[in-house]
């Protein structure tokens, strides 16, 4: 993918470092009852990535529009939306502002083993994970939980941010270049963070636990989270889906899922006796 960069080599060293100063570690979220508690620094604001991923998404379900491949199964539409609903709610647990976020949820057909949500709650499952895993409510919402995590966390904003400082690029949306182009440039980051760069591992363990929590506090139980992972494992194959094999190790996410399950549970016990 063609990335547009504006490099620093021309910029003064005054400039320089006006951008360097625009760098700040943040807490994106509460720590919760599994305790995901580490710093992040990051470069790009979040009303940047926010207005790119949004950008981003409505091309990607423009696209998919084109191609007939838009919620065609009006069944799939309804449960996925009905478990992200019942997900939203929670994740101000983590976060206050995220229940109000301007959700969107959309059911892509395609045979992919896939879903993913963007920054600000742009959710895309692809019906090869609904129908492939043969997937139950709990499952859907362990995967729901897991890619929302990453979206509460901003995983792809501390991604992009982070490459956009290795690249000695930037600054995306700053007054010193307010260029019309900055928002296409954010828009195809985060494109290409959401396809071609993986997240780090650290960032799928804390979306394991997170998603746990979320899945539990929504009245989902927290335990089928363990064998989702193990049918997504299962379907490996000789090609494991790209995404997945960036994942932690089966065995060390599996031992890490069935212990937050665990600490989770009271939680799932509480929310079904409402
Ligand atoms: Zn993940």
Redesign the pocket.
Known sequence: MRRVWISLSGLTAGIALALLAGCQTVRTTEPGVVGVDRQQRMLISREEMDRGSAEAYQKIIQDAQKKGALNRNAAHVERVRRIVARLTPVTAAFRADAPRWRWEVNVLTSDEINAWCMAGGKVAVYTGLIDKLKITDDELAAVMG??I??ALRE?SREQASREAGQNMIISLGSALLGAPEVGQQVAQLATDVLFNRP?SRD??TE??RIGVELAARAGYDPRAAVSLWQKMGAQGGATPPQ?LST?PSPQTRTRDLQDYAQRVLPLYQAAVKR
């Open positions: 897991h890619e995590a990453h995983h997240h960032d799928e979306a394991d995404w994942h």
